[in-house]
Structures are given as C-alpha cells and as structure tokens.
C-alpha cells in the first residue's frame, strides 16, 4: 500500500464506488491527467460506462465485486456516501481508501454526523435522538422547541426521509412513520438563506476552499447555485474558517461539502455534510481555475492541489428530467443562446422527474450581469424567475 504521502501518479487506476453524475465527472477530470478509471455500480448502462476503462457491474457491498475493484486499483474512492462501511473495512491497510472509511460512517448517519459535529464544537441546530417510545416521551416532557424536523439518522439526502413536525403532540405520528428507524429530531432554524462551502484536503495535509456557494432549492432539491452569492456578505469569511477547521479535524482526504443555514441574526449553522464532489461545487467546472472534481482526484491521489479561485461570478442551473422533456429538442438552443453558458449532460437514459440529468454553468463579469442571465435561462426553460 502507498504510504501516506506518496504520490500516486498517472497513469494510476482511480477504483470509484458508484457509477453516476458524480463519478462520471471525476472519471472525465482523471482521465484528463492520464488516469485509468475502474467504477463499480450494479446498474449499466450507467452515467460512466462510456468513459470508463472498466465497469465492475455488482452491487456496492458485493464481496466479489469488491475485491475486483480494490485488486485493479491504486487508491478508492466514492460518489456517495451510501456506501456501507462494513465491506470496505476488508481492505483497509491494503489500498488506500480516500476519504476513509470512517469519514464515510459519520457523514452517511445523522446520529453520528450530529454527535461528531456537536462534540468537536462545531455550530448545529439543536437536536435529539429518536430511537423508541421513551425517547418520544422524553422529547414531549422536556419541551423541545417546535416546529422540528424528524429525519431518518441514515440515507437521506434531496429532502427523502425527512418530515415537518409542528409541534410535540404530532412527534409520535411522525416517528410511527419512519416504522421504528433510528432518527434524529432537529430544531427547525429559521435562516435567510442556506450556503455550502466545498473544501479540498489532501494525505499531505494541504488545504484549499472554494468560495462561498448560495443555494436555491426546489422542491427539496438544488435548483440554482452561485458562487459566489450575488448579495456579498460580511461574515463569509467565518464560514470558510469553519470549513477549513472541520477538513482538518476529520483528517479528510478529499472532498467535503458543508451545508450551511445562515440565521436571520448572523450566526452559521451547520445542516449536514459529504465527503465527496457536490451538486453545489458543480459551477467549478467553468467558474473556478480548477474544478472541483480535478481537485478531488488529485487530492485522492495526493498530488498537489489545484487552485479555487473564481474566474468571475458564476452560476450552476440544475436541469432535472422534468425541465429536458420540456425543453424538448430545443434544449441546446434555449442552454446555450445566451452569454457565458456551458451544458453539461449525464447521459443517464429515462428523464424521469425529479432525477438530476445535466446542469448549466453560467459565468459573468459581475453578479448584476450574472443575475440577469440566470433568469434569462430560466425564462427560455420555462421555469419561473427566481426573483421579481
């Protein structure tokens, strides 16, 4: 196995676990500077069956496929942190597994998110675990703040397993829903908006951070990102100061995105985290000198790391399966008609609603300028003006 700060140069296998939009993005990234790529996913065709040299068509925990993966491969990664942790403890001390197995385990359960976050002084809303009656009971009893969020302590991510709870006399109904699933209930922060931060960290301990991403949803979904924010910010700079702290107290190596709520009174909470690429990093692939993907490949592979640095005011509009079926044939018209636009397509078959299909990046001298292509876009999509 590569010692901790060897390098692991091309042309080197990158084994990803997880065959979708993110994965593909990080193969392309790769196999720019001369990897090979080996990607485990049980569906193909798949996001990266096309650019890959090898799919390993398995289930993620298969044994076999597994050891296939780890026995052709320089070093392991992931595009998502559903993986369970189990199978990969096997090959711990044999290949490097970047980010680790246990950043995996506390970013993939809310429990544990939430408890390492807590203990490490990191800012959360506050939360209670809800793992039996009793715990209902207790909750009731203690006064908890309502409303809350109840959300599964495992596998949720785009708003799934997550459920409004107005006051304590609705918690039980809500729990009785989740059929006795761990869970964790959250204080519901009222915020003016919510931010994330992409930051990079490599075995050598380098660090870089991207600017400052603002995040619009819809329907529990990333709908538009821009980084930076087109409304600057006096305190960003302590939301980055907290990024750079968390990178380094889970030794991470790779990408973290961290999910930000901005309260109406100017505090930074932390709403979760990903130890890998993110929807909201997506504008790095034009808006940023290195992308992060670029970034998260040669971090895995601790070559040194690539500069964050915006090239201008940049915007990232998620196109959904929804938003291709009407734009119909017209899509590449209507995405790259205006000014500073560049599409990105997955290649993922059904545009089924809801699923995330490609994105467009759009890049501005100044975010006024920015604002305004960005509604522009939407207006050609058909989807309605972010703002009056």
């Known amino acids: 196995m590569a010692a901790v700060n060897e390098r692991i140069l091309p042309p080197a296998t990158i084994g990803i676990i997880g065959g979708g939009q ?83 385990s506390i970013a993939q359960n809310r429990r544990r998110e939430k408890e390492f976050l807590e203990s490490s002084g990191f800012p959360v809303a506050p939360f209670r675990l809800i793992e039996n009656v009793y715990d209902v009971d207790e909750v009731t009893k203690e006064g908890f703040a309502f409303p809350a969020i109840l959300k599964t302590a495992d596998f949720g991510y785009d708003g799934k397993g997550q459920k409004n709870v107005e006051s304590a006399s609705k918690l039980a109904e809500a729990w009785a829903g989740f059929d006795g699933a761990s869970a964790v209930l959250e204080e519901k922060i009222e915020f003016s908006a919510e931010y994330s931060v992409i930051a990079v960290r490599s075995p050598s301990g380098e660090v870089v951070v991207y600017p400052l991403c603002q995040n619009i949803h819809r329907n529990h979904i990333l ?43 100017g505090k930074w909470i932390i709403n979760e985290m990903a130890p890998r690429p993110h929807n909201s ?99 050609r999509l058909g989807l309605p003006r972010l703002r009056e």
């Open 22 to 104: 993110l994965g593909r993005m990080t193969a392309l990234a790769a196999r720019a500077m001369g990897y090979r790529i080996v990607v485990l996913e049980p569906k193909k065709p798949c996001a990266c069956t096309a650019i890959v040299d090898e799919q390993i068509s398995s289930a993620y925990d298969d044994p076999e496929g597994l050891e296939r993966l780890f026995a052709v491969s320089d070093v392991v990664t992931f595009e998502f942190e559903n993986v369970q942790r189990e199978p990969l403890e096997r090959f711990q001390g044999k290949k490097p597994i970047r980010p680790s197995a246990q950043v995996l």
């Open 223 to 265: 709908d538009v990102t821009f980084s930076p924010p087109i409304e600057s910010l006096d305190n960003a700079e302590e939301a980055e100061a907290i990024s750079r702290r968390l990178v380094e107290e889970l030794q991470l190596e790779g990408v973290l995105v961290i999910e930000f709520f901005l309260t109406n009174d």
């Open 281 to 379: 990093g997506h504008f790095s692939l034009d808006g940023s000198v290195t992308s992060q993907f670029e970034n998260h490949a040669r971090a895995v592979c601790n070559l040194p790391l690539g500069s964050p640095q915006s090239l201008g005011s940049a915007a990232m509009q998620n196109l959904l399966g929804q938003d291709l079926r009407k734009a119909g044939e017209s899509l590449a018209e209507s995405s790259l008609s205006g000014e500073g636009s560049h599409l990105h397509l997955y290649d993922k078959g059904e545009a089924s609603t809801g699923r995330k299909m490609g994105h467009i990046n759009l890049l501005a001298s100044d975010p006024a300028v920015l604002d305004r292509q960005v509604n522009e876009l939407r207006e």
